[in-house]
């Protein structure tokens, strides 16, 4: 595929055929052999021909094959015009994840890794369709819906200041529980509080390096300070939500006359009927991944709590992302706000200085992004910077990218201990699954830092800190 580069960062693939608009890859040079060598960049160029899609079909340089999008896609479709796609927005609806900082040094933590991570194990039930000890009932889990984190704030689960930190609130407005099907209600109930599989974690890690001290003091952060990032999502529900409305979709796409270069882009227009329940049935599937990361942080906190002593230890929400989501919002196209879609799949929302959406504390700042890395390596806090707002609805990548598929993962993983090549390393892993290891050893993954330089480099974040871990619970 051929590609004209425009800078160190960008890659632009120039507009052809059916492309209603260019494509542009944001990726190094040394990124982008690997992006290449899959197909993924045909994925940006498919995105490129569906209806009312303005600006460019873009890709992060954490990209790698998806579902009719690629992972780490980014698209926005005129609200009048043009239309949303499950396949933007992925089978684990708002997989997400969230920062918290803790009042625990590095020294504190060493000395009680393996315990932590042990006792997070017990608290979190994690692996391939897990079940949680809270069973909800039909009325409790339409309340989920409804209500996101708030529901689990408000049933004991947490403190209040954790939805300020919490994109949307933790509460993602427009939610219709009428519109999932039985059987998403049914696989969503025993699973609220469950950590899920592959490549969802609770990572312990401390801050190593602070490159913007003002903006890591409005998060609580300090250097050598233990943090914890959890990362799951809408576990069977959301992956049922997005099964169900695929089939909707498929016929949605032929009734409206849409020609698909890849069935696997099935859509419809946002404000036709069908587009409108995709709309408020993921929007529950997004409320039931902020109450579910709502419920793991809770048990985090009770497990830090009971290992260090319930005075002595504090642990508050910096900030907590969706990945897989699409969002009505307001942007500047050619100099007009216009009334967006916003597909981001596999990919952070990350808004600049001074819109309203961001936190109070964060505003002048822009919004905390997070950018977590394979269980060897290293994590990023960054913040959203104006270039996100000029070029991209404000967005950026979301982690470090696959560089190996699971499979071969395994293969090169034969013959070897990961968790022994961890604990070498100074950090204890402990996985649910069986296999996971192997799946999520640090070789399957792009160099984080790399992948961070990329979209600093390009002027759509800031660097605030870089996290190294000490242990991971894997699903």
Request: aromatic letters at 6%; glycine letters at 12%.
């Amino acid at each position: 595929m051929r590609l004209t580069q425009i800078d160190a960062y960008r890659w632009e693939l120039p507009q052809t055929d059916a492309m209603r608009v260019p494509g542009l890859i944001y990726a190094s040079e040394h990124l982008l052999p690997h992006i290449l060598s899959e197909r993924a960049p045909e994925q940006v160029r498919n995105v490129a021909s569906l209806p009312g899609i303005v600006g460019r079909s873009m890709a992060m340089p954490d990209i790698h094959w998806g579902y009719g999008f690629p992972i780490g896609g980014v698209a926005a479709f005129d609200v009048e015009q043009g239309v949303i796609s499950p396949g933007g927005v992925g089978y684990d609806i708002n997989c997400g994840v969230r920062l918290m900082g803790t009042s625990l040094s590095r020294d504190e933590m060493r000395p009680k890794v393996k315990d932590t991570v042990t006792a997070l194990a017990a608290a979190i039930p994690s692996g391939i369709g897990a079940s949680s000890a809270l069973r909800l009932t039909g009325a409790e889990e339409r309340h989920v819906l409804t209500e996101g984190a708030r529901w689990a704030v408000r049933a004991g689960y947490g403190e209040a200041t954790d939805l300020d930190g919490i994109e949307e609130g933790g509460c993602m407005p427009g939610a219709d529980h009428t519109l999932l099907s039985p059987r998403a209600l049914e696989r969503g109930r025993p699973q609220l509080g469950t950590l899920g599989s592959g490549n969802h974690f609770v990572e312990i890690a401390y801050v190593d390096e602070i490159t913007d001290p003002e903006a890591a003091t409005l998060m609580g952060l300090a250097q050598g300070s233990v943090t914890l990032t959890i990362h799951s999502g809408s576990r069977g529900l959301g992956y049922q939500v997005c099964d169900d409305y695929l089939h909707t979709m498929l016929k949605a796409s032929a009734k409206y006359g849409i020609a698909l270069p890849d069935p696997q882009l099935c859509c419809a227009p946002v404000q036709s009927p069908e587009g409108s329940a995709y709309l408020a049935a993921m929007s529950a599937a997004v409320n039931y991944a902020f109450a579910n990361r709502q419920l793991l942080a809770h048990w985090s906190r009770a497990v830090l709590a009971s290992l260090f002593g319930q005075h002595r230890v504090r642990a508050w929400t910096i900030y907590e992302v969706a990945h897989n989501i699409a969002k009505l919002e307001h942007h500047s196209v050619d100099g007009v706000m216009k009334r967006l879609c916003v597909h981001r799949k596999g990919a952070t929302r990350a808004f600049g200085p001074g819109r309203p959406e961001v936190p109070a504390k964060y505003r002048a700042k822009g919004q905390p992004v997070l950018v977590p890395g394979d269980m060897g390596r290293c994590s990023y806090v960054l913040m959203g910077a104006p270039g996100a707002m000029k070029e991209t609805f404000g967005s950026s990548c979301h982690g470090a990218g696959r560089l190996l598929s699971r499979k071969g993962a395994v293969r090169q993983a034969r013959g070897r201990s990961i968790s022994r090549e961890l604990a070498a390393q100074g950090v204890f892993v402990i996985a649910a699954g069986r296999g996971t290891l192997e799946e999520e050893m640090p070789e399957a993954y792009k160099d984080v830092s790399l992948v961070v330089d990329a979209v600093t480099g390009a002027g759509l974040c800031t660097k605030v800190a870089r996290l190294k871990p000490l242990g991971c619970l894997k699903g």
